[in-house]
Nanobody, 127 residues
Framework: QVRFVESGGGLVQPGGSLRLSCATS????????IGWFRQAPGKEREGVSC????????TYADSVKGRFTISKGNAKNTVYLQMDNLKPEDTGVYYC????????????????????WGKGTPVTVSS
């Protein structure tokens, strides 16, 4: 059974930081990339970042470059998203995702037909 366990969301003031984690199990994701999409209230889901399990290459949406850092944990198929200098427009539900073509999906905001989704963790940036 495939499982995605996300954690780390919460309420933070503008300029603050949060670290999200996504632990996956139950499926061989060696040829996949794992990462994050987010969805703000009333808006479509958009790509945030991902990291390839094959070569460790990373991809970021322009809106988060220089502020967010994605990395792999010591445990296999665990991914972290360090979010610094958070802004109110970063508010939304953050969904862990896995797909063989996730880098292209992240930069083009292609969320339809994603192979695997987590249930999401909410992030609220507000004073």
């Amino acid at each position: 059974q495939v499982r995605f366990v996300e954690s780390g969301g919460g309420l933070v003031q503008p300029g603050g930081s949060l670290r999200l984690s996504c632990a996956t199990s139950g499926f061989n994701l060696d040829n996949y990339a794992i990462g994050w999409f987010r969805q703000a209230p009333g808006k479509e889901r958009e790509g945030v970042s991902c990291i390839s399990n094959k070569d460790g290459s990373t991809t970021y949406a322009d809106s988060v470059k220089g502020r967010f850092t994605i990395s792999k944990g010591n445990a296999k198929n665990t991914v972290y998203l360090q979010m610094d200098n958070l802004k109110p427009e970063d508010t939304g539900v953050y969904y862990c995702a896995a797909d063989r073509f996730l880098p292209d999906r992240v930069v083009r905001n292609l969320y339809y037909g994603m192979e695997w989704w987590g249930k999401g963790t909410p992030v609220t940036v507000s004073s």
